[in-house]
Protein backbone atom coordinates (compact mmCIF):
# COMPACT_ATOMS: atom_id res chain seq x y z
CA UNK A 1 0.00 0.00 0.00
CA UNK A 2 2.78 2.60 1.03
CA UNK A 3 4.34 2.23 -2.46
CA UNK A 4 1.22 2.07 -4.49
CA UNK A 5 1.07 5.66 -2.27
CA UNK A 6 4.57 6.56 -3.42
CA UNK A 7 3.41 5.71 -7.17
CA UNK A 8 0.55 8.23 -7.12
CA UNK A 9 2.00 10.82 -5.62
CA UNK A 10 4.92 10.68 -7.89
CA UNK A 11 2.78 10.53 -11.50
CA UNK A 12 0.55 13.36 -9.68
CA UNK A 13 3.67 15.63 -9.07
CA UNK A 14 3.94 18.11 -11.97
CA UNK A 15 7.40 17.91 -12.73
CA UNK A 16 7.37 14.50 -12.94
CA UNK A 17 4.15 13.81 -15.21
CA UNK A 18 6.30 12.48 -18.22
CA UNK A 19 6.68 9.26 -16.50
CA UNK A 20 3.85 7.23 -16.24
CA UNK A 21 5.85 4.78 -13.58
CA UNK A 22 8.85 4.82 -11.42
CA UNK A 23 11.84 6.00 -14.24
CA UNK A 24 14.77 4.12 -14.71
CA UNK A 25 18.03 5.49 -13.32
CA UNK A 26 21.38 4.84 -15.26
CA UNK A 27 24.85 6.06 -13.52
CA UNK A 28 27.40 6.24 -15.99
CA UNK A 29 31.16 6.69 -13.41
CA UNK A 30 34.04 7.45 -15.95
CA UNK A 31 37.05 6.86 -13.85
CA UNK A 32 40.05 9.81 -14.33
CA UNK A 33 37.93 11.36 -16.42
CA UNK A 34 39.57 15.49 -15.52
CA UNK A 35 37.13 18.42 -16.50
CA UNK A 36 39.31 19.20 -19.29
CA UNK A 37 38.57 15.80 -21.11
CA UNK A 38 35.18 16.15 -22.85
CA UNK A 39 33.56 18.60 -25.25
CA UNK A 40 31.24 20.04 -22.62
CA UNK A 41 33.14 22.79 -21.43
CA UNK A 42 35.43 24.43 -24.56
CA UNK A 43 38.21 23.48 -22.78
CA UNK A 44 39.66 20.87 -25.30
CA UNK A 45 39.77 20.82 -29.53
CA UNK A 46 42.07 17.30 -29.68
CA UNK A 47 39.60 15.01 -27.52
CA UNK A 48 36.08 14.14 -29.49
CA UNK A 49 33.12 12.75 -27.32
CA UNK A 50 30.04 13.58 -29.68
CA UNK A 51 28.16 11.04 -27.14
CA UNK A 52 28.88 13.12 -24.35
CA UNK A 53 27.23 15.96 -26.51
CA UNK A 54 24.66 13.82 -27.03
CA UNK A 55 23.71 13.39 -23.35
CA UNK A 56 24.14 17.07 -22.62
CA UNK A 57 21.88 18.17 -25.59
CA UNK A 58 19.07 15.87 -23.70
CA UNK A 59 19.64 17.17 -20.32
CA UNK A 60 21.65 19.67 -17.59
CA UNK A 61 25.33 20.09 -17.99
CA UNK A 62 27.20 21.62 -14.98
CA UNK A 63 29.99 23.62 -14.90
CA UNK A 64 30.88 23.41 -10.90
CA UNK A 65 30.37 19.66 -10.40
CA UNK A 66 32.66 18.06 -7.65
CA UNK A 67 33.79 14.15 -7.19
CA UNK A 68 33.79 13.45 -3.24
CA UNK A 69 37.40 12.88 -3.12
CA UNK A 70 40.24 13.45 -5.81
CA UNK A 71 40.66 9.49 -5.64
CA UNK A 72 38.15 6.94 -6.79
CA UNK A 73 37.27 4.32 -4.63
CA UNK A 74 36.32 6.83 -1.77
CA UNK A 75 34.28 9.00 -4.41
CA UNK A 76 32.73 5.64 -5.34
CA UNK A 77 31.45 5.18 -1.58
CA UNK A 78 30.15 8.69 -1.29
CA UNK A 79 27.63 7.82 -4.88
CA UNK A 80 26.71 4.92 -3.61
CA UNK A 81 26.13 5.94 -0.17
CA UNK A 82 25.43 9.48 0.11
CA UNK A 83 28.21 9.78 2.90
CA UNK A 84 30.91 11.57 2.01
CA UNK A 85 34.50 9.72 2.95
CA UNK A 86 34.84 11.63 6.40
CA UNK A 87 32.73 9.95 7.32
CA UNK A 88 33.00 6.35 6.18
CA UNK A 89 36.92 6.63 6.60
CA UNK A 90 37.30 5.30 3.30
CA UNK A 91 39.92 7.84 1.86
CA UNK A 92 42.18 5.52 -0.68
CA UNK A 93 41.83 3.57 -3.46
CA UNK A 94 43.03 0.45 -1.64
CA UNK A 95 39.67 -1.69 -1.06
CA UNK A 96 41.16 -4.21 -3.46
CA UNK A 97 44.16 -5.25 -0.96
CA UNK A 98 43.84 -8.75 0.58
CA UNK A 99 43.81 -7.59 4.61
CA UNK A 100 40.27 -6.35 5.55
CA UNK A 101 39.91 -3.64 7.91
CA UNK A 102 36.41 -1.79 8.38
CA UNK A 103 37.52 0.95 10.34
CA UNK A 104 39.89 3.58 10.47
CA UNK A 105 43.06 3.97 12.90
CA UNK A 106 45.33 6.12 13.43
CA UNK A 107 49.06 5.45 13.76
CA UNK A 108 51.07 7.03 16.73
CA UNK A 109 53.97 8.76 14.63
CA UNK A 110 55.21 9.70 11.13
CA UNK A 111 58.47 10.33 9.46
CA UNK A 112 59.84 12.96 11.07
CA UNK A 113 59.83 15.70 7.92
CA UNK A 114 55.82 15.14 8.06
CA UNK A 115 53.89 17.80 10.34
CA UNK A 116 50.36 15.39 11.33
CA UNK A 117 49.75 11.98 11.37
CA UNK A 118 47.65 10.58 8.58
CA UNK A 119 45.01 8.37 9.53
CA UNK A 120 45.20 4.82 7.71
CA UNK A 121 41.57 4.26 6.25
CA UNK A 122 39.34 0.64 5.92
CA UNK A 123 40.05 -1.66 2.89
CA UNK A 124 36.43 -2.03 2.60
CA UNK A 125 32.75 -0.53 1.91
CA UNK A 126 30.66 -1.68 4.95
CA UNK A 127 27.63 -3.93 4.14
CA UNK A 128 25.95 -1.79 6.80
CA UNK A 129 25.78 1.16 4.67
CA UNK A 130 22.14 1.02 3.42
CA UNK A 131 23.19 1.98 -0.58
CA UNK A 132 21.01 3.68 -3.14
CA UNK A 133 20.87 0.12 -4.91
CA UNK A 134 19.47 -1.49 -1.61
CA UNK A 135 17.01 1.63 -1.53
CA UNK A 136 16.14 1.27 -5.26
CA UNK A 137 15.71 -2.86 -4.80
CA UNK A 138 13.58 -2.34 -1.93
CA UNK A 139 11.31 0.07 -3.94
CA UNK A 140 10.94 -2.75 -6.93
CA UNK A 141 13.85 -1.84 -9.26
CA UNK A 142 15.97 -4.41 -11.07
CA UNK A 143 19.70 -3.67 -10.36
CA UNK A 144 22.98 -4.58 -12.07
CA UNK A 145 26.60 -3.30 -11.80
CA UNK A 146 28.94 -3.53 -14.86
CA UNK A 147 32.50 -2.18 -14.80
CA UNK A 148 34.91 -1.21 -12.15
CA UNK A 149 33.72 -1.40 -8.80
CA UNK A 150 37.06 -1.02 -6.30
CA UNK A 151 35.22 -1.30 -2.70
CA UNK A 152 35.90 -4.58 -1.69
CA UNK A 153 35.64 -8.15 -2.88
CA UNK A 154 33.40 -10.76 -1.93
CA UNK A 155 31.42 -10.70 1.00
CA UNK A 156 31.94 -6.85 -0.45
CA UNK A 157 31.06 -6.75 -3.76
CA UNK A 158 27.75 -5.38 -5.45
CA UNK A 159 26.42 -8.49 -4.90
CA UNK A 160 26.46 -7.61 -1.12
CA UNK A 161 25.80 -4.38 -1.44
CA UNK A 162 21.87 -4.53 -3.36
CA UNK A 163 22.91 -5.38 -6.59
CA UNK A 164 21.08 -8.14 -8.48
CA UNK A 165 23.41 -8.78 -10.90
CA UNK A 166 27.53 -7.91 -11.16
CA UNK A 167 29.61 -8.02 -14.13
CA UNK A 168 32.58 -8.28 -15.06
CA UNK A 169 32.45 -8.77 -10.90
CA UNK A 170 36.17 -7.87 -10.75
CA UNK A 171 37.43 -6.09 -7.34
CA UNK A 172 40.78 -4.88 -8.80
CA UNK A 173 41.47 -0.88 -9.46
CA UNK A 174 41.90 -1.29 -13.24
CA UNK A 175 40.86 -3.94 -16.06
CA UNK A 176 42.32 -7.04 -16.08
CA UNK A 177 45.67 -6.53 -18.17
CA UNK A 178 44.60 -4.35 -20.45
CA UNK A 179 41.24 -2.81 -22.06
CA UNK A 180 42.12 -4.56 -25.27
CA UNK A 181 41.31 -8.64 -25.28
CA UNK A 182 42.72 -10.69 -23.87
CA UNK A 183 41.75 -9.80 -20.40
CA UNK A 184 42.35 -11.75 -17.31
CA UNK A 185 39.59 -11.10 -15.82
CA UNK A 186 38.83 -14.52 -13.67
CA UNK A 187 35.92 -16.01 -14.82
CA UNK A 188 35.05 -13.19 -17.60
CA UNK A 189 36.57 -14.07 -21.57
CA UNK A 190 36.41 -12.17 -24.40
CA UNK A 191 33.94 -12.80 -27.55
CA UNK A 192 36.34 -12.72 -30.11
CA UNK A 193 40.19 -11.33 -30.25
CA UNK A 194 40.84 -8.02 -29.55
CA UNK A 195 37.36 -7.14 -28.28
CA UNK A 196 37.20 -4.01 -26.17
CA UNK A 197 36.26 -4.09 -22.35
CA UNK A 198 34.14 -0.96 -23.03
CA UNK A 199 32.52 -1.74 -26.19
CA UNK A 200 31.33 -5.04 -24.79
CA UNK A 201 30.17 -3.52 -21.27
CA UNK A 202 27.82 -1.57 -22.72
CA UNK A 203 26.39 -4.29 -24.94
CA UNK A 204 25.71 -6.39 -21.94
CA UNK A 205 24.57 -3.70 -20.37
CA UNK A 206 21.56 -2.79 -22.92
CA UNK A 207 21.13 -6.76 -23.21
CA UNK A 208 20.20 -6.36 -19.31
CA UNK A 209 17.95 -2.95 -19.97
CA UNK A 210 15.99 -5.39 -22.46
CA UNK A 211 15.37 -8.53 -20.11
CA UNK A 212 13.96 -6.05 -17.98
CA UNK A 213 10.68 -5.75 -19.71
CA UNK A 214 8.55 -2.73 -18.13
CA UNK A 215 10.29 -3.43 -14.63
CA UNK A 216 11.70 -0.30 -13.55
CA UNK A 217 15.69 -0.89 -13.16
CA UNK A 218 18.75 1.01 -11.66
CA UNK A 219 21.76 0.27 -13.82
CA UNK A 220 25.51 1.23 -12.73
CA UNK A 221 28.06 1.37 -15.21
CA UNK A 222 31.18 2.39 -13.59
CA UNK A 223 33.67 2.92 -16.77
CA UNK A 224 37.04 1.04 -16.81
CA UNK A 225 38.08 3.70 -18.74
CA UNK A 226 40.43 6.19 -18.35
CA UNK A 227 42.21 4.77 -16.21
CA UNK A 228 45.70 3.14 -16.50
CA UNK A 229 46.24 0.66 -18.16
CA UNK A 230 47.00 3.32 -21.13
CA UNK A 231 46.11 1.24 -24.09
CA UNK A 232 43.45 1.35 -26.69
CA UNK A 233 42.34 0.15 -29.97
CA UNK A 234 45.64 0.38 -32.81
CA UNK A 235 43.66 2.24 -35.20
CA UNK A 236 41.90 4.60 -32.61
CA UNK A 237 45.22 5.15 -31.71
CA UNK A 238 46.85 5.83 -35.45
CA UNK A 239 44.03 8.14 -36.35
CA UNK A 240 44.58 10.58 -33.15
CA UNK A 241 48.34 10.08 -34.06
CA UNK A 242 47.62 12.21 -36.69
CA UNK A 243 45.67 14.98 -35.04
CA UNK A 244 48.29 15.77 -32.82
CA UNK A 245 49.55 19.31 -32.20
CA UNK A 246 52.87 19.34 -30.46
CA UNK A 247 52.42 22.62 -28.88
CA UNK A 248 49.03 21.45 -26.81
CA UNK A 249 49.53 19.99 -23.44
CA UNK A 250 47.00 17.29 -24.51
CA UNK A 251 48.79 15.41 -26.85
CA UNK A 252 48.62 11.87 -25.78
CA UNK A 253 47.47 9.75 -28.93
CA UNK A 254 46.45 6.89 -26.72
CA UNK A 255 44.48 8.95 -23.93
CA UNK A 256 42.56 10.08 -26.96
CA UNK A 257 41.58 7.07 -28.25
CA UNK A 258 40.62 5.28 -24.84
CA UNK A 259 38.23 8.69 -24.46
CA UNK A 260 36.79 7.66 -27.60
CA UNK A 261 35.92 4.10 -26.69
CA UNK A 262 34.69 5.80 -23.78
CA UNK A 263 32.67 7.89 -25.61
CA UNK A 264 31.55 5.14 -27.87
CA UNK A 265 30.09 3.42 -25.00
CA UNK A 266 27.96 6.02 -24.17
CA UNK A 267 26.58 5.71 -27.64
CA UNK A 268 25.56 2.50 -27.78
CA UNK A 269 23.59 3.03 -24.41
CA UNK A 270 22.36 5.76 -25.61
CA UNK A 271 21.20 3.99 -28.86
CA UNK A 272 20.51 0.95 -26.79
CA UNK A 273 17.51 3.48 -24.44
CA UNK A 274 15.88 5.13 -28.24
CA UNK A 275 15.75 0.93 -29.49
CA UNK A 276 13.59 0.52 -26.73
CA UNK A 277 12.08 3.20 -26.07
CA UNK A 278 13.23 3.90 -22.59
CA UNK A 279 14.83 7.69 -23.68
CA UNK A 280 11.64 9.45 -22.25
CA UNK A 281 11.63 7.36 -18.63
CA UNK A 282 15.26 7.22 -17.60
CA UNK A 283 17.12 9.27 -15.83
CA UNK A 284 20.87 9.46 -16.49
CA UNK A 285 23.22 10.41 -14.47
CA UNK A 286 27.01 11.04 -16.07
CA UNK A 287 29.92 12.24 -14.07
CA UNK A 288 33.36 11.05 -13.49
CA UNK A 289 35.41 9.81 -9.66
CA UNK A 290 38.10 12.58 -9.93
CA UNK A 291 39.97 14.38 -11.81
CA UNK A 292 42.39 14.08 -14.48
CA UNK A 293 45.47 11.80 -13.85
CA UNK A 294 49.08 13.93 -14.18
CA UNK A 295 51.45 11.78 -12.71
CA UNK A 296 51.13 8.56 -15.00
CA UNK A 297 53.11 8.37 -18.67
CA UNK A 298 52.22 7.58 -22.03
CA UNK A 299 53.26 8.62 -24.99
CA UNK A 300 55.98 10.78 -23.92
CA UNK A 301 53.64 13.03 -22.13
CA UNK A 302 51.19 13.15 -19.18
CA UNK A 303 47.62 11.18 -19.53
CA UNK A 304 46.17 14.05 -20.03
CA UNK A 305 46.16 18.15 -19.17
CA UNK A 306 43.42 19.54 -16.99
CA UNK A 307 44.38 22.94 -17.64
CA UNK A 308 42.96 25.72 -17.02
CA UNK A 309 42.70 24.02 -13.59
CA UNK A 310 45.36 23.45 -11.26
CA UNK A 311 46.24 20.02 -10.49
CA UNK A 312 44.90 17.10 -11.08
CA UNK A 313 44.04 13.18 -9.60
CA UNK A 314 45.38 12.89 -6.02
CA UNK A 315 45.09 16.89 -5.51
CA UNK A 316 42.76 19.17 -3.55
CA UNK A 317 43.32 21.85 -6.25
CA UNK A 318 40.43 21.93 -8.76
CA UNK A 319 42.06 19.48 -11.52
CA UNK A 320 41.81 16.60 -8.69
CA UNK A 321 37.91 17.24 -8.10
CA UNK A 322 35.86 19.47 -10.45
CA UNK A 323 34.60 16.89 -12.86
CA UNK A 324 32.42 16.33 -15.62
CA UNK A 325 29.18 15.76 -14.98
CA UNK A 326 25.63 15.59 -16.84
CA UNK A 327 22.14 14.95 -16.23
CA UNK A 328 19.06 14.22 -18.12
CA UNK A 329 16.27 13.65 -16.74
CA UNK A 330 13.41 14.05 -19.11
CA UNK A 331 10.65 16.10 -17.43
CA UNK A 332 12.60 17.80 -15.38
CA UNK A 333 15.63 18.91 -16.45
CA UNK A 334 15.49 21.44 -19.59
CA UNK A 335 17.32 19.63 -22.77
CA UNK A 336 20.43 21.68 -23.94
CA UNK A 337 20.39 23.52 -20.38
CA UNK A 338 23.72 24.15 -18.27
CA UNK A 339 24.09 25.10 -14.15
CA UNK A 340 26.25 26.90 -12.33
CA UNK A 341 25.48 25.19 -8.87
CA UNK A 342 27.65 23.42 -6.71
CA UNK A 343 26.99 19.75 -6.54
CA UNK A 344 29.13 16.61 -5.54
CA UNK A 345 28.50 12.78 -5.21
CA UNK A 346 26.86 12.98 -2.29
CA UNK A 347 23.84 14.60 -3.53
CA UNK A 348 23.09 12.20 -6.21
CA UNK A 349 21.48 9.44 -3.80
CA UNK A 350 19.31 11.98 -1.72
CA UNK A 351 18.44 13.32 -5.22
CA UNK A 352 16.92 10.49 -7.22
CA UNK A 353 15.05 8.90 -4.37
CA UNK A 354 13.68 12.38 -3.50
CA UNK A 355 12.77 12.56 -7.40
CA UNK A 356 11.29 9.45 -7.91
CA UNK A 357 9.14 9.29 -4.95
CA UNK A 358 10.99 6.53 -3.19
CA UNK A 359 11.37 6.70 0.68
CA UNK A 360 14.62 6.25 2.59
CA UNK A 361 13.92 3.16 5.09
CA UNK A 362 15.93 3.59 8.24
CA UNK A 363 19.61 4.99 9.25
CA UNK A 364 22.37 4.91 6.67
CA UNK A 365 23.92 2.36 8.90
CA UNK A 366 21.51 -0.27 9.73
CA UNK A 367 21.76 -1.17 12.81
CA UNK A 368 18.98 -3.66 15.28
CA UNK A 369 19.17 -0.85 17.54
CA UNK A 370 18.63 2.18 15.03
CA UNK A 371 16.09 4.50 16.09
CA UNK A 372 16.71 7.25 13.48
CA UNK A 373 13.49 7.55 11.23
CA UNK A 374 15.35 8.94 8.09
CA UNK A 375 18.24 8.10 6.42
CA UNK A 376 20.92 10.27 7.43
CA UNK A 377 22.77 11.99 4.34
CA UNK A 378 25.98 13.81 3.84
CA UNK A 379 24.81 15.09 0.11
CA UNK A 380 21.68 17.29 -0.65
CA UNK A 381 18.93 16.65 -3.30
CA UNK A 382 19.79 19.01 -6.27
CA UNK A 383 16.03 18.91 -7.73
CA UNK A 384 15.63 22.73 -7.44
CA UNK A 385 19.05 23.11 -9.72
CA UNK A 386 17.65 20.57 -12.23
CA UNK A 387 14.44 22.67 -11.74
CA UNK A 388 16.66 25.50 -12.73
CA UNK A 389 16.84 27.55 -9.30
CA UNK A 390 20.06 28.12 -7.41
CA UNK A 391 21.15 26.20 -4.41
CA UNK A 392 22.21 29.60 -2.99
CA UNK A 393 24.72 29.38 0.08
CA UNK A 394 25.56 25.32 -0.45
CA UNK A 395 28.69 24.57 0.78
CA UNK A 396 30.34 21.13 -0.60
CA UNK A 397 33.32 19.71 1.33
CA UNK A 398 36.06 17.35 -0.07
CA UNK A 399 38.38 15.46 2.75
CA UNK A 400 41.75 13.93 2.13
CA UNK A 401 44.42 13.39 4.95
CA UNK A 402 47.05 11.78 2.55
CA UNK A 403 49.85 13.54 0.56
CA UNK A 404 50.95 11.15 -2.28
CA UNK A 405 53.41 13.23 -3.38
CA UNK A 406 52.36 13.87 -6.93
CA UNK A 407 52.65 17.37 -8.68
CA UNK A 408 50.72 19.91 -7.06
CA UNK A 409 50.34 17.72 -3.71
CA UNK A 410 49.54 19.29 -0.55
CA UNK A 411 50.40 17.97 2.76
CA UNK A 412 46.89 16.13 4.32
CA UNK A 413 43.84 18.42 3.88
CA UNK A 414 40.31 19.26 3.72
CA UNK A 415 38.68 22.16 1.43
CA UNK A 416 35.54 23.83 1.23
CA UNK A 417 33.68 25.11 -1.46
CA UNK A 418 30.65 28.26 -1.18
CA UNK A 419 29.79 30.49 -3.70
CA UNK A 420 32.76 31.81 -5.68
CA UNK A 421 35.38 30.99 -2.75
CA UNK A 422 37.68 27.81 -2.21
CA UNK A 423 39.20 27.14 1.33
CA UNK A 424 42.03 24.39 2.18
CA UNK A 425 42.91 23.67 5.24
CA UNK A 426 46.32 22.17 5.70
CA UNK A 427 46.01 20.15 8.70
CA UNK A 428 48.79 21.35 11.45
CA UNK A 429 51.19 22.65 8.43
CA UNK A 430 51.27 26.44 9.81
CA UNK A 431 53.38 27.08 12.99
CA UNK A 432 53.53 25.14 15.95
CA UNK A 433 51.13 22.97 15.27
CA UNK A 434 48.64 25.54 13.77
CA UNK A 435 46.33 25.28 10.60
CA UNK A 436 47.45 26.79 7.02
CA UNK A 437 45.10 27.62 4.85
CA UNK A 438 44.98 28.75 0.94
CA UNK A 439 41.64 30.76 -0.26
CA UNK A 440 40.85 31.20 -3.54
CA UNK A 441 38.11 33.36 -5.31
CA UNK A 442 37.41 30.13 -8.63
CA UNK A 443 35.49 33.21 -10.27
CA UNK A 444 38.59 35.54 -11.04
CA UNK A 445 41.12 32.89 -10.48
CA UNK A 446 40.27 29.94 -11.61
CA UNK A 447 43.69 28.09 -11.74
CA UNK A 448 44.40 28.73 -8.36
CA UNK A 449 47.52 30.93 -8.40
CA UNK A 450 46.84 34.20 -5.78
CA UNK A 451 46.40 32.71 -1.91
CA UNK A 452 44.15 35.34 -0.24
CA UNK A 453 44.03 34.05 3.10
CA UNK A 454 46.57 36.89 4.66
CA UNK A 455 44.34 39.05 3.04
CA UNK A 456 40.60 38.20 4.30
CA UNK A 457 41.66 36.02 7.66
CA UNK A 458 37.39 36.52 8.54
CA UNK A 459 36.36 34.89 5.28
CA UNK A 460 38.83 32.46 6.32
CA UNK A 461 37.55 32.26 9.96
CA UNK A 462 34.04 31.82 8.57
CA UNK A 463 34.30 29.07 5.91
CA UNK A 464 36.93 26.76 8.36
CA UNK A 465 34.62 27.06 10.64
CA UNK A 466 32.11 25.10 8.06
CA UNK A 467 35.03 22.85 7.92
CA UNK A 468 34.68 22.21 11.71
CA UNK A 469 31.47 21.62 11.60
CA UNK A 470 31.33 19.37 8.81
CA UNK A 471 34.33 17.33 10.65
CA UNK A 472 32.38 17.38 13.85
CA UNK A 473 29.23 16.17 11.83
CA UNK A 474 30.61 13.74 10.05
CA UNK A 475 32.88 12.17 13.24
CA UNK A 476 35.91 12.29 10.57
CA UNK A 477 39.31 11.09 12.21
CA UNK A 478 41.14 13.60 11.56
CA UNK A 479 45.27 13.68 11.29
CA UNK A 480 46.84 15.16 14.86
CA UNK A 481 50.03 16.48 15.14
CA UNK A 482 53.40 14.43 15.01
CA UNK A 483 55.44 14.19 18.32
CA UNK A 484 58.34 13.42 16.22
CA UNK A 485 58.59 16.19 13.40
CA UNK A 486 62.17 17.89 12.99
CA UNK A 487 62.13 21.02 11.88
CA UNK A 488 65.38 19.90 10.05
CA UNK A 489 63.94 17.24 8.10
CA UNK A 490 60.81 19.16 6.95
CA UNK A 491 61.34 20.55 3.12
CA UNK A 492 58.30 23.06 2.58
CA UNK A 493 59.93 23.91 -0.71
CA UNK A 494 59.21 20.23 -1.96
CA UNK A 495 55.49 21.04 -1.35
CA UNK A 496 53.32 20.53 -4.56
CA UNK A 497 56.53 18.90 -6.85
CA UNK A 498 57.10 14.65 -7.39
CA UNK A 499 59.28 13.67 -5.04
CA UNK A 500 62.82 14.13 -6.07
CA UNK A 501 64.91 11.34 -7.40
CA UNK A 502 68.35 11.62 -8.22
CA UNK A 503 69.44 13.78 -5.15
CA UNK A 504 69.22 11.91 -2.49
CA UNK A 505 72.03 11.66 0.43
CA UNK A 506 74.07 9.07 0.02
CA UNK A 507 73.22 5.94 2.90
CA UNK A 508 75.72 5.49 5.90
CA UNK A 509 76.12 2.10 4.51
CA UNK A 510 78.18 0.96 0.98
CA UNK A 511 75.13 0.85 -1.05
CA UNK A 512 76.81 -2.24 -2.92
CA UNK A 513 76.49 -4.19 0.21
CA UNK A 514 76.80 -7.68 -1.71
CA UNK A 515 73.99 -8.75 1.11
CA UNK A 516 71.46 -6.77 -0.82
CA UNK A 517 72.02 -9.00 -3.84
CA UNK A 518 72.36 -6.19 -6.48
CA UNK A 519 69.15 -3.85 -4.97
CA UNK A 520 70.86 -0.35 -3.90
CA UNK A 521 69.91 1.87 -1.13
CA UNK A 522 69.49 5.21 -1.63
CA UNK A 523 68.38 8.08 0.94
CA UNK A 524 68.33 5.21 3.71
CA UNK A 525 70.29 3.12 5.61
CA UNK A 526 69.97 -0.72 4.43
CA UNK A 527 71.09 -3.56 6.81
CA UNK A 528 70.24 -7.62 6.02
CA UNK A 529 69.88 -9.35 9.55
CA UNK A 530 68.11 -12.74 9.94
CA UNK A 531 66.89 -13.07 6.66
CA UNK A 532 65.24 -9.98 6.55
CA UNK A 533 66.36 -6.04 4.59
CA UNK A 534 66.02 -3.74 7.23
CA UNK A 535 65.58 0.10 6.06
CA UNK A 536 66.28 3.02 8.44
CA UNK A 537 66.50 6.81 8.61
CA UNK A 538 64.41 7.20 5.46
CA UNK A 539 64.55 10.28 3.42
CA UNK A 540 61.95 12.22 1.35
CA UNK A 541 63.03 10.30 -1.47
CA UNK A 542 64.44 6.34 0.15
CA UNK A 543 64.21 3.40 -2.69
CA UNK A 544 65.71 0.20 -3.53
CA UNK A 545 66.91 0.12 -7.28
CA UNK A 546 67.56 -2.66 -8.75
CA UNK A 547 69.44 -2.98 -12.41
CA UNK A 548 66.29 -4.82 -14.22
CA UNK A 549 68.62 -5.33 -17.27
CA UNK A 550 66.76 -8.93 -18.59
CA UNK A 551 63.00 -7.96 -17.85
CA UNK A 552 61.34 -6.59 -21.25
CA UNK A 553 57.69 -6.00 -21.54
CA UNK A 554 55.08 -5.83 -19.03
CA UNK A 555 56.42 -6.44 -15.38
CA UNK A 556 54.86 -7.73 -12.00
CA UNK A 557 56.67 -6.38 -9.16
CA UNK A 558 55.94 -8.49 -6.00
CA UNK A 559 57.17 -7.67 -2.32
CA UNK A 560 56.91 -9.03 1.35
CA UNK A 561 56.97 -6.19 3.17
CA UNK A 562 56.29 -4.45 6.80
CA UNK A 563 55.72 -0.39 6.81
CA UNK A 564 53.29 2.34 7.88
CA UNK A 565 49.90 2.57 5.80
CA UNK A 566 50.48 5.34 3.18
CA UNK A 567 51.48 5.45 -0.65
CA UNK A 568 54.27 5.07 -2.33
CA UNK A 569 55.26 4.10 -6.32
CA UNK A 570 57.42 1.95 -8.24
CA UNK A 571 59.51 3.81 -11.22
CA UNK A 572 61.31 2.42 -14.11
CA UNK A 573 63.85 4.12 -16.35
CA UNK A 574 63.99 2.38 -19.89
CA UNK A 575 67.03 4.60 -20.52
CA UNK A 576 69.16 4.63 -16.96
CA UNK A 577 69.25 7.22 -15.10
CA UNK A 578 69.32 9.90 -17.31
CA UNK A 579 66.14 9.45 -19.15
CA UNK A 580 62.59 9.72 -18.16
CA UNK A 581 61.23 7.98 -15.74
CA UNK A 582 57.64 5.79 -15.54
CA UNK A 583 55.39 5.42 -12.26
CA UNK A 584 52.89 2.74 -10.91
CA UNK A 585 51.72 3.59 -7.86
CA UNK A 586 50.78 1.36 -4.80
CA UNK A 587 49.26 1.32 -1.35
CA UNK A 588 49.48 -0.11 2.09
CA UNK A 589 47.66 -1.11 4.35
CA UNK A 590 50.68 -1.31 7.03
CA UNK A 591 50.98 -2.41 10.58
CA UNK A 592 52.15 -6.09 9.90
CA UNK A 593 53.55 -7.75 7.29
CA UNK A 594 51.86 -8.12 3.50
CA UNK A 595 52.22 -9.07 -0.33
CA UNK A 596 52.37 -6.43 -2.42
CA UNK A 597 51.60 -6.21 -5.74
CA UNK A 598 52.86 -3.38 -8.24
CA UNK A 599 51.88 -3.93 -12.27
CA UNK A 600 54.14 -2.33 -14.29
CA UNK A 601 53.22 -1.47 -18.17
CA UNK A 602 56.16 -1.22 -20.03
CA UNK A 603 56.27 -1.45 -23.58
CA UNK A 604 60.51 -2.04 -23.90
CA UNK A 605 63.08 -3.03 -21.90
CA UNK A 606 62.99 -1.78 -18.14
CA UNK A 607 66.02 -0.36 -17.70
CA UNK A 608 66.74 0.28 -13.75
CA UNK A 609 63.38 -0.59 -11.46
CA UNK A 610 63.01 1.89 -8.24
CA UNK A 611 61.45 1.34 -5.16
CA UNK A 612 60.33 3.92 -3.43
CA UNK A 613 59.46 3.38 0.19
CA UNK A 614 56.40 4.76 2.40
CA UNK A 615 58.51 8.10 4.08
CA UNK A 616 57.90 6.82 7.70
CA UNK A 617 59.94 7.23 11.31
CA UNK A 618 60.20 3.54 12.35
CA UNK A 619 62.19 0.92 9.74
CA UNK A 620 60.33 -0.66 6.79
CA UNK A 621 61.08 -4.40 7.11
CA UNK A 622 61.27 -6.76 3.40
CA UNK A 623 61.78 -10.25 3.71
CA UNK A 624 61.64 -10.78 -0.38
CA UNK A 625 61.20 -9.00 -3.70
CA UNK A 626 60.08 -10.69 -7.21
CA UNK A 627 60.00 -9.09 -10.53
CA UNK A 628 58.39 -11.59 -13.41
CA UNK A 629 58.17 -10.42 -17.05
CA UNK A 630 56.04 -11.85 -20.12
CA UNK A 631 58.90 -12.00 -22.58
CA UNK A 632 59.79 -15.83 -20.93
CA UNK A 633 62.55 -14.72 -19.11
CA UNK A 634 62.94 -16.31 -15.59
CA UNK A 635 61.61 -14.44 -12.63
CA UNK A 636 64.04 -12.72 -10.42
CA UNK A 637 63.41 -13.10 -6.92
CA UNK A 638 65.69 -11.94 -4.26
CA UNK A 639 65.61 -13.24 -0.98
CA UNK A 640 67.48 -11.41 1.83
Known amino acids: MLRRLAFLLFALCPTLSAFSAQPNVLVILADDLGWSDTTLYGTTTFYQTPNVERLAKRGMTFT ?3 SASPLCSPTRSALLTGL ?12 HVPQVTLETTMPKTAAPNQKAIQPSPPTRLKTEYRTLAETLKVAGYATAHFGKWHLGPEPYSPLQQGFDFDLPHHPGPGPAGSFVAPWKFANFKEKSPGEHIEDRMAAEAVTWMEQQKGKPFYLNYWMFSVHAPFDAKKANIEKHRGRIDPKDAQRSPTYAAMIQSMDDAIGTLLDGLDRLKLADTTII ?7 GNMYNEVDGTTPTSNRPLRGGKATLFEGGTRVPCVVVWPGVAAPGSRSDALVQSEDFYPTLIAGVGVQPSGDSERSANASTPTQRFDGHSILPALKGDALAGKAVFQYFPHNPGVPDWLPPAVSVHRDDWKLIRIFHGGENGAHRHLLFNL ?16 LVAELDALIDGFLTDTKAVVPVPNPKFDPAQYHPELEGKSQPKGKAKAPAKDIADPALQGWKARDCTAKVQNGLLKLTKLGDAAFLGF ?3 KHNGPTTLKARIKAQAGTSHVDWLPQGVEGKAKRSDFTLKGGDWEEMTVELPAEGPLGIVRLYLPMQGSPVEIDWIELTSKNGSKPTRTGF
Open 64 to 66: RAY
Open 84 to 95: SPARTGITTPNC
Open 285 to 291: IFTADNG
Open 443 to 458: RDDLGEKNNLAAAKPE
Open 547 to 549: AAG
